[in-house]
């Protein structure tokens, strides 16, 4: 192997780096394994929020038809012009060390909601509840995008130090093992034929 030095300080410094990219490997390993449930208990939840919201559009198609018939389109126009603004507060939650976003609304007490007609009042209900449902359900699939970037992300992290950078060492520390010996082989016979020129000349026997 070119670039490499044969030393057995290199060896040392090798083996030291196989051991830390096999620690590495398995935090990663982890890591992808929360994500991966991450994942799956985001899914359970987009699916019961698309429920929640095909129900809560039925709700709000019933209550505008119902609204329709008692006040008309002129009326609902009227309220909502006179409804006051929802406070939706997007929260920072984490999953896996991911930041993900939570959704909170709050609907602010209108001083006409006791006056109001009763279709207007469910009408508003409903038709708030339909926004929070929309917008609960927009986040949880930003968040599962999320999380399946970074869980690419991590795979091609992971898949390089398995398949790439943890053989390339264990490569390079057999190769430096096998070279040592071979040296240290070498210095032996070297000795060894040394030792022999020097028995000769003394001219004692070997």
Do not use: C, H, W
């Amino acid at each position: 192997m070119e670039n490499v030095r044969v030393t057995r300080k290199e060896l040392i410094d090798t083996e030291a780096k196989i051991r830390l990219a096999e620690r590495g490997l398995e935090l990663l390993k982890m890591k992808r394994s929360i994500l991966v449930l991450g994942i799956f208990r985001k899914l359970k939840e987009l699916g019961r929020s698309k429920s929640n919201l095909s129900q809560v559009v039925y709700s709000a198609e019933m209550a505008f038809n119902a609204a329709i018939k008692e006040v008309g389109e002129v009326g609902i126009e009227m309220a909502s012009s006179e409804a006051p603004d929802l406070k939706v507060d997007i929260l920072d939650e984490k999953t896996a060390g991911i930041s993900t976003p939570a959704v909170k609304m709050e609907s602010p007490a209108g001083g006409n909601d006791i006056l109001m007609n009763s279709s207007l009042y469910d009408l508003k209900r409903t038709y708030s509840r339909l926004l929070g449902e929309i917008i609960k359900t927009y986040l949880i699939e930003k968040e599962i995008r999320d999380l399946l970037r970074e869980l690419f992300k991590l795979n091609r992290r992971t898949n390089s130090i398995e398949y790439t950078v943890l053989p390339n060492l264990i490569l390079t520390a057999s190769y430096l093992r096998q070279s040592l010996d071979d040296i240290e082989r070498g210095n032996i016979v070297s000795l060894k034929f040394v030792k022999k020129n020097i028995l000769e000349k003394d001219g004692r026997p070997r």
